[in-house]
Structure formats: C-alpha cells, structure tokens
C-alpha cells in the first residue's frame, strides 16, 4: 500500500500536526521521467538505500530535484519501504518564432534569446519566457519605441514540447516634443540648448535623429551645459534633477531640466606652491588664468596641462599638477593654487634629464628586479623603455634636478 509524504505540509508548514513516521529506504523508483535519465534523478537525490527517511531529508530531496531546473511538480510516495520519486518534466523547447520584426533582424533577436537560455532543445521556464519578453521590450525602448507591444503565446506539442510564438508590434519612434530648462536667470533658455545635440523635431531631424531620446546623449548634454556654466565663471553650477515623461500614446517625450546657477567668481590670486622642478617664471607664462580674469574651467585645465607636459619635458613623464581653489562667497572670488604633488623620473627619452631623488638613490643597474626577471641587462645608450623598476615615486620634496646629465639606459 502506497503511503502519499505530505511533504510540504510537515518541512514548509512545522506547526501543522502532520507529519510523516521515519522510514528506512529500501529501494528507489523513479517514475513520470521521459528525456531525463534516471541516474540524472539518482544523481541530486540526497535520499541513498539504507538512509531513514524523515521530513528534513524529504524536504531537501524534493528541493534537490526542484534546483535541477528539469521538474515543474515533484513528489515522493512510500510503498512498503521503497521511495517512489514521482517527477513531471519541464517541456522541451521545439520551435522559436518572432512575427513583426522589422527594426532588428529575426536572426539578431534569436542570438540574443539564446545567450539568454530560451532556445530550441533548451527546457522551457516561464520566469525566464517573462525576461526574454521584458529584454526584447528594451531593446526596442533602446531605439526609440516606446510603444511596442509584445503578445507571447506558448502552444503545447506533443511529446511534452512546446512551441514559443513572440508577436511584435513595434508602433512609433516617440520624438522629443519639448525641452525645458527651469532655474536659468543669467543665460536665455536658447542660448543653453544651443549646446545640446538632443533637440525637438525639425526639418534635419530626419537625418540626425537628434530628435530621438536616449539616456547616453542627454547625459552627454548635461555635461556641456555644465562646461558652458564653469567655463563662464559660475563654479557652484548644478544640475538640480531631470525628468523625462512620456505622452500617453508613447509617441511624445518632454525632457525638463533644473538648474542651480549659482554666483559668478572672479580669480583673486594665482600661485605656484611646493619646490619647483623649473623656474617659476617659465611656469606662470604657461598660466592661462590671470587675476581678475572670470574664471574658465577650461582655462585651468589648460593651465595644468602646459605645466604637466613641461615637467615631462625634463622627465617627469607622471607629474600631477592640481589645482586648489580657495573660494570666498560673500566677496564671489576664487583663488587657486597649483602644486605637483608627485613626478617620476622617466626613461623613455632620448637627451633628457633624469630626476635623481636626494636621498642619493640611483637605478640599480645590473642588480635591477626587472632585469633580473626578463633576463636583460642594462647598457648606456638612447633610453627606449620605461623607468627601471630602481626609479620610483616620490614626494617632490625628495628630488631635485641634478647637474648633470643622469646616464641614459637601453634594455637589450
């Protein structure tokens, strides 16, 4: 007589009185397979001959066979001391079709299905037939259609297979209808979406498809509006929040912008600070920043630049220059002081000089770790690789420029 483990009931629901009475297991049948294998089903059966059966290993077989992926209904029945592994096979994937496609190719769509795990042969799950559809609807969202409509229809076959049918509906590419920009007192709203590529419909959209949404151009956009404020003397400039919404038909989108615009500030003071590598006066003509002038963002950055690859010109090929601003907000001025704070020695030119740390540290030739590693030994020649691995990186307080020409080293 067959005896039916109420197995959910006594390991998911411990309060219930029922419960299943231990039994040692004297064989084990599997029954409802088709494709699968019954050593596949022996395989993640934690349940072996001789084991007494209760509810904590019962409940872990029947979660065991569920982890497999293969069952949609597992249950386990006792006749006379035998377990009897009753299972009912996930259905097979027979066919894939996709109807209505015409912004991506049917093959791209598939390829994309099948790195997903939802292919012909594979075993079909429903949580996963749900993320392919929610995937091919951002795919399409990706280009603009934003009203698509997906309809999946799974059709049984026999053999336990099933045939899987997505039906698509692309609709419209939604365009921009409008942009607007909330905050700005200084700057014309025309003025600042002149620096935008995004834009509403016009009679060249057609080509540029500028008039498309996309997160990547409008974070793009975002990021020119700021350089335009920065560039202009507004330091503390923000862009306080976006939305983004969309009609209820999915062909319109309407982008609002906020802005924090913030004080205009003047450069009160320029300095070179820390021990110079060259002389300040050649420094300061590479400054482009003066005092009074408004300050640029782009100006400074050009500033830092000049001065880094001038220090790379002597062999600091890893100079960081940093500028720090010193900001007073009732008076609306800024001043800012730039520093290398690090430079390495390079050896990757020909007729430089070398930086040479003073607490008299030198490249360690022949015994250099790196030659020692690739088998390669160093000779005085026209440099062409890069620091010794004896070069490293100090505070620029620990070097100076020697007087003399630091041999050139050529790895051979």
């Known amino acids: 007589m067959k005896k039916l483990i109420p197995l959910l009931i006594a390991s998911l629901y411990a309060a219930s009185a029922v419960a299943i009475e231990p039994v040692v297991v004297k064989d084990i049948r599997v029954e409802g397979i088709q494709r699968t294998e019954a050593g596949t089903v022996f395989s993640y059966l934690p349940v072996k001959v001789g084991d007494t059966l209760d509810d904590e290993k019962a409940a872990a077989a029947v979660k065991a066979l569920y982890a497999t992926g293969f069952f949609k209904d597992v249950r386990l029945e006792s006749d006379n001391g035998v377990l009897v592994v009753m299972v009912q096979e996930r259905p097979a994937i027979a066919q894939v079709d996709i109807i209505g496609s015409k912004e991506f190719r049917k093959e791209q769509l598939k390829d994309g299905l099948k790195m997903a795990g939802l292919a012909e042969s594979k075993i079909f799950d429903k949580a996963l037939l749900d993320r392919a559809e929610q995937e091919l609807k951002r795919q399409y969202f990706s280009r603009g259609k934003y009203g698509v409509t997906i309809t999946t229809t799974v059709t049984p076959l026999e053999r336990n297979r099933v045939a899987i049918s997505f039906d698509i509906s692309e609709g419209e590419i939604a365009k921009i209808k409008q942009i607007n920009i909330v905050g700005n007192e200084t700057f014309k709203e025309k003025e600042l979406l002149e620096q935008f590529v995004l834009s509403t419909s016009g009679w060249m959209t057609w080509y540029s498809k500028n008039d498309q949404y996309s997160k990547q151009k409008l974070s793009a956009d975002l990021e020119s509006l700021r350089s335009f404020y920065l560039n202009r003397g507004y330091l503390e ?49 590479l400054i482009k920043v003066k005092t009074g002038d ?105 070097w100076k420029r020697p007087p003399f020409p630091a041999p050139r080293i050529r790895w051979t």
């Open 294 to 398: 408004v300050f640029s963002r782009e100006k400074l950055t050009e500033s830092s630049k000049a001065i880094s690859d001038r220090l790379g010109n002597d062999g600091y090929a890893f100079a960081n220059v940093n500028a720090v601003p010193e900001i007073n907000k009732e008076k609306g001025t800024a001043a800012f002081t730039s520093s290398s704070i690090q430079a390495v020695a390079s050896m990757c030119g020909a007729s430089i000089w070398q930086a040479i740390p003073r607490r008299g540290m030198r490249c360690c030739g022949a015994k250099c770790a790196r030659s020692r590693a690739a088998g390669m030994r160093p000779t005085r020649s026209t440099a062409r690789a890069s620091a010794c691995s004896g070069w490293g990186i100090f505070p620029m307080s620990t």
């Open 237 to 285: 400039f923000n862009v306080a929040s976006t939305q983004v919404s969309i009609s209820p038909d999915k062909n319109d989108i309407y982008i609002t912008i906020n802005v924090f615009e913030g004080t205009k500030y003047i450069i009160s003071d320029v300095k070179l600070a820390g021990e110079l590598l060259v002389p300040e006066e050649e420094l300061n003509k």
